[in-house]
């Protein structure tokens, strides 16, 4: 093995570029949200923002760690650190519980959450076994003990019960479905139990990841979307119902995906592209009108039962919230994030998301980018999605540029997990996902968090740097 | 197998979620902006409004008559209580622990309640968030007694009000009161906000809206739990409140006072109108009430049943509302409109004969001013008939006729028989009746003079406010013109207002007064005058007496009750100050023996600013008239 002279190697600059803009980004957001004219300065400890810089100081620290050690080390002490996450997970459920959950380890302010390093513990495991020389993609043994690797934190998880991280831990799905493994055993095995059929594969077996993730996203945007119809001002008595514009943004997405797909694969694909597109359009219709007719069908309390999860309407008791406690907490960080405009209300203008008026609740954490986009406005906030896009991008090409297996699937992880906690955090920001209260990566308050994001992407980061040394 | 191409899934996921996330946020934050900046304004931007306190009033000679006293409510935020103490806290404001319980559950059930359609359950409307007043109206005495211990009671804190506070406690029936604004008010005019005070009775509803002055608006940031967070964009939109200007009244407080003090015991009016310029100096409605009952809230509750319960009527503004017959004051009328018509002269005379009305024993008069002086009935009798018979038609029934109609022109030009201008509200026009009265009544043509003759002494149909009478001796006063009688002089130094700028004729020439008005200084004056207790040392007062039989209809009988007493007057006789009318309800005897020296107190106390009359003072406040209950 051949070590770089160069202790930074080819350390990927753009990577690291938008780290530290995400972070300066939610830093100067948490000094806006929670400003306190007694305590003004930046590095004060009474106030979260001063809390929050000493937060990435200690990541920056850990970050710089993680770089100082040979990366074959993760590699080699998977198992202990993946075994030392499940007994962090399991010793934090006896813990006192705080706002209803055992994820709390240690005391107050500074206490840690295990189930955000727990993430990294089954990045890590799942990566080494997927890249063991005698693991076959194909194999129904290979998904069942990738399964597991991944249900186990899961379970200890959702004892405490955080349902924000279990939901973040189906992103490894994600990582599974890149690397091969199939489900296509499983469903091949229930599929041939009818007499007289005899599949040789499917593709809902092989595929059976994304469809899943469209099929449930799916579900959930025609609940929300479809209970509030699109009102027009201008002609009262005019309204556009919530299936209708499902309708139409499904055949948007189908002429965007199919026009993407011609451009990213080669002219003999895109006849197939088509078909895809016209297929999955036609399908996704269907499935939005059959959860549009069983959810009406359903009788009143169920119906209750699911809007309540899905935060359609909020249970009134012991909220303190004025108003209609329909909704609540959505409506208002969406009334924060429209209200912003075009460019934005200002720097420490937010009336709506600010933590002394307190509308938005939570305004620092599961929704700082309600505040990030009252101030900023549709510039602002499409100048977060962008990074966070091209961030992601660039972890997959990162990923896609690694010889070795371990370092990819890694890559993959970090990718999945950024994903779905952008992707949730800021779609129940927007009122397209359900209230899941995961932090905004690198953005929002917390310790935790900050930690686990700045060792996840310094860790890519170190593997990245030393890929030329290792042979695949 | 290589699987490379399922990186491509994974960025088409990337991109569309961020192509998603992209054009739902142009969407909300470009296409439906509106909808989300109206929404945010509701939820974090509070119109406040800011009520400054009403209009400070004073009388002509610049006393403070209403003014403003700052009062607090004890205001309470059920969810920032903690480890609320109900004993202790009871104990510092004189309740019971059970009381304080259930002061706090009265307020979430006063709250009401409404169909709530999310719960699809009727809940009230009280929130815990929310403050609301725990006891009401306090007065800083009582404050500063609780507010040092409120530290130890979390979610208890003082509020400042203002309500009014009337210094001299008389005049009531002319200030009015303040209550709380109905729904139908608040419908009609956007001023008004639940709990609003808004002028219920006398000047206070008349003026209303030069009272409330003009409200302020403050634009602030709110917190989900409504607390004021800062101003809104550094308070560019927002207005100050504007106090109503100082009202000054043309009332003189002392002698409204002094009145009420003499009418203790007694239903009945005085009304004072200064002659030259149409102003009211006091307007006494007997028996009345202190204006300062009916502050606030819970004086209201406690206080308006009992007045309105009241067999007395203290609410009742007899001056401008009561309507009486007028009985001898009303001859001074008919004599002038006898000589404009030209229907009898100066020096006229008709036997007292007493054949057809009863009379007192007195030589016949042998003029207008005698029989002024004696009040003589058969001369009046004699001629009003002249008035309303002229002999313009043959027939006696069609020459009444059109003689009444001429007779009653004549009184409305008066003031009487229609509503006078005056600015408060409750007035009433009293009746003249004329023509269509009597056909109405009796049928058309089926009455002359002969059956409608009681009107010639001012008994019968006739009837008149008392604020119209005191107009009456004003008109007698300056000698047949009187500006409408107003109480406001003025408003921030302009006034009053130009319609009572406008001098008001009547239809009698100036140059009959005199006649009379000699009569109504014998009348108090002259030995075998009616008003010899009207007289005043040093001041030659004009009067007219009047005794007002009444009857009243008992279990289907005509009862006689004891005579009203009253008494119309001015002084001096040249360059008057001071008309005035007094009428003392069904206090027996005549005009002369209550009304005219209860006036001439009145008159005296205004011109030299004293009495010296104790023994007609004693005698007056001492007396306990009108079948007191």
């Not at chain 1, 016209?278 to 549009?292: E, N, Q, R, Y």
């Not at chain 2, 109108?273 to 004086?299: F, H, Q």
């Not at chain 2, 009742?316 to 409109?337: C, D, H, N, V």
Request: charged residues 20%; glycine residues 8%.
């Amino acid at each position: 093995m051949r070590k770089n002279d160069s202790i930074t190697g080819s350390f990927d600059w753009i990577l690291f570029g938008l780290y530290l803009v995400l972070v300066v980004f939610g830093v100067s957001t948490i000094y806006s949200v929670a400003y306190n004219p007694e305590n003004p300065s930046i590095f004060s400890f009474d106030e979260i923002y001063g809390r929050q810089m000493m937060w990435v100081g200690i990541s920056l620290f850990l970050g710089l760690l993680v770089f100082l050690i040979d990366s074959d080390i993760y590699r080699k002490f998977s198992i202990p650190i993946y075994l030392f996450c499940l007994a962090l997970l399991i010793i934090v459920l006896f813990m006192p519980p705080i706002n209803g959950a055992r994820a709390w380890l240690g005391i107050g302010p500074f206490g840690i959450q295990p189930g955000e390093f727990a993430k990294i513990g089954t990045a890590i495991l799942l990566a080494n076994y997927l890249s063991s020389f005698n693991v076959k993609q194909q194999n129904g043994r290979t998904v069942l003990v990738s399964l597991a690797i991944i249900a186990i934190p899961m379970l200890l998880i959702i004892l405490q019960p955080d349902a924000g991280t279990v939901v973040v831990f189906t992103a490894f799905f994600f990582v599974m479905y890149r690397e091969g493994l199939t489900f296509d055993p499983i469903v091949l095995k229930i599929v041939n139990i009818i007499p007289g059929v005899r599949f040789k594969s499917t593709w809902l077996g092989t595929h059976f990841i994304p469809i899943l993730f469209v099929v449930v996203f799916l579900l959930v945007i025609t609940l929300i979307v479809g209970h509030t119809p699109l009102l027009f001002d201008a002609y009262p008595g005019h309204e556009f119902s919530g299936y209708w514009r499902m309708f139409a943004a499904l055949l948007t997405t189908a002429i965007i995906g199919y026009l993407l797909m011609r451009w990213l694969f080669s002219k003999r694909d895109a006849r197939r592209a088509f078909i895809v597109a016209i297929l999955g359009f036609s399908m996704s219709v269907l499935l939005t009108a059959t959860v549009h007719s069983t959810f009406k069908s359903l009788p009143s309390h169920q119906k209750t039962r699911i809007e309540l999860w899905l935060g359609i309407y909020e249970a009134e008791e012991g909220t303190g919230n004025v108003g209609d406690g329909a909704d609540y907490n959505r409506r208002r960080a969406m009334t924060a994030v429209g209200s912003g405009g075009f460019t934005g209300k200002g720097y420490r203008e937010a009336n709506i998301a600010n933590t002394k008026t307190n509308h938005v609740p939570e305004c620092e954490t599961d929704f700082i980018f309600s505040p990030w986009a009252e101030e900023r406005g549709f510039i602002g906030s499409l100048v977060l999605v962008v990074i966070y896009s091209i961030m992601l991008l660039r972890i997959v090409a990162i990923a896609e540029r690694q010889r070795s297996k371990y370092n990819r699937v890694y890559a993959y992880c970090v990718a999945m997990i950024l994903f779905y906690h952008f992707a949730i955090n800021i779609g129940m920001n927007i009122g397209l996902v359900p209230i899941i209260g995961i932090p905004l990566p690198l953005f929002s308050y917390g310790g935790s968090s900050m930690m686990s994001f700045s060792i996840m992407i310094f860790l890519l980061l170190k593997l990245d740097s030393q890929r030329k040394d290792v042979l695949n | 197998m290589n699987f490379d191409t399922r990186k491509y899934v994974i960025i088409s996921f990337f991109i569309i979620t961020g192509l998603m996330y992209g054009i739902k946020l142009f969407y909300m934050q470009v296409v439906d902006v509106d909808t989300w900046k109206l929404e945010a304004q509701r939820i974090a931007e509070k119109r406040r409004e800011i009520t400054p306190p009403r209009a400070v009033v004073f009388d002509r000679n610049g006393n403070k008559v209403v003014e403003n006293k700052t009062y607090y409510n004890l205001m309470m935020v059920e969810e920032e209580m903690i480890d609320f103490d109900t004993l202790a806290f009871g104990k510092l404001l004189g309740m019971t622990k059970n009381e304080v319980l259930d002061r706090i559950e009265a307020i979430k059930e006063g709250e009401g309640k409404y169909y709530n359609p999310h719960t699809k359950k009727k809940q009230t409307n009280y929130q815990r968030i929310r403050p609301y007043a725990f006891l009401k109206e306090l007065t800083a005495d009582e404050m500063s007694k609780i507010a040092p211990h409120l530290d130890r009671f979390h979610g208890f804190y003082e509020e400042v009000t203002s309500m009014r506070n009337y210094p001299y406690s008389s005049g009531a029936n002319i200030l009015g009161y303040l209550s709380e604004v109905n729904q139908r008010e608040i419908d009609n005019d956007k001023f008004y906000k639940p709990a609003y005070k808004i002028g219920r009775a006398g000047i206070e509803r008349f003026y209303e809206k030069e009272f409330r002055g003009k409200k302020g608006v403050k634009y602030i940031i709110t917190s989900a739990r409504q607390n004021t967070v800062g101003s809104f964009e550094d308070g560019k939109y927002d207005t100050t409140a504007v106090q109503a200007k100082g009202i000054v009244l043309g009332l003189d407080i002392d002698l409204q006072a002094y009145g009420e003090e003499l009418m203790k015991n007694k239903k009945g009016c005085i009304v004072a109108i200064e002659p030259s310029t149409g102003e009211i100096l006091a307007m006494v409605s007997a028996p009345s009430y202190d204006p300062n009952l009916l502050v606030g809230r819970k004086n209201i509750n406690k206080y308006y049943p009992k007045l309105v319960g009241d067999l007395n009527k203290p609410l009742f503004p007899r001056p401008l509302a009561s309507e009486y017959m007028p009985g001898s004051t009303f001859k001074l009328l008919q004599a002038l409109i006898g000589m404009q018509e030209e229907v009898i002269y100066p020096n006229s005379g008709f036997p007292c004969n007493k054949s057809v009305v009863g009379c007192h024993n007195h030589a016949s008069a042998t003029s207008v001013t005698e029989a002024v002086k004696h009040s003589c009935n058969p001369y009046f009798y004699a001629v009003t008939r002249r008035i309303i018979q002229q002999g313009k038609k043959k027939s006696s029934f069609e020459d009444s006729h059109i003689g009444l109609n001429i007779w009653a022109k004549y009184m409305h030009s008066f003031g009487l028989g229609v509503k006078l201008k005056t600015d408060i509200t409750g007035l009433r026009a009293g009746n003249i009746p004329d023509s269509k009265y009597y056909d109405h009544w009796r049928g058309k043509g089926q009455w002359k003079f002969s059956a409608i003759r009681s009107i010639s002494i001012g008994q019968g149909e006739v009837q008149l406010t008392p604020l119209q009478l005191a107009n009456v001796a004003a008109i007698m006063a300056n000698r047949g013109w009187y500006y409408t009688p107003h109480f406001v002089k003025s408003i921030d130094g302009k006034g009053p207002h130009p319609e009572y700028l406008v001098k008001n004729r009547t239809m009698v020439d100036t140059k009959y007064f005199p006649y009379v008005v000699e009569g109504m200084r014998r009348c108090v004056h002259e030995p075998g005058g009616t008003a010899p207790m009207a007289r005043i040392p040093d001041v030659v007062t004009c009067g007219k007496t009047g005794t007002v039989e009444n009857f009243k209809l008992v279990n289907g009988r005509l009862i006689k009750k004891p005579n009203h007493s009253v008494f119309i007057a001015f002084a001096p006789m040249d360059n008057p100050k001071i008309a005035i009318a007094v009428f003392i309800e069904n206090s027996g005897g005549g005009g002369g023996t209550w009304a005219a020296p209860t006036a001439s107190l009145v008159i005296e106390r205004y011109l030299k600013g004293e009495v010296k009359s104790k023994a007609k003072e004693k005698r007056i406040m001492d007396a306990k008239l009108s079948l007191w209950k």
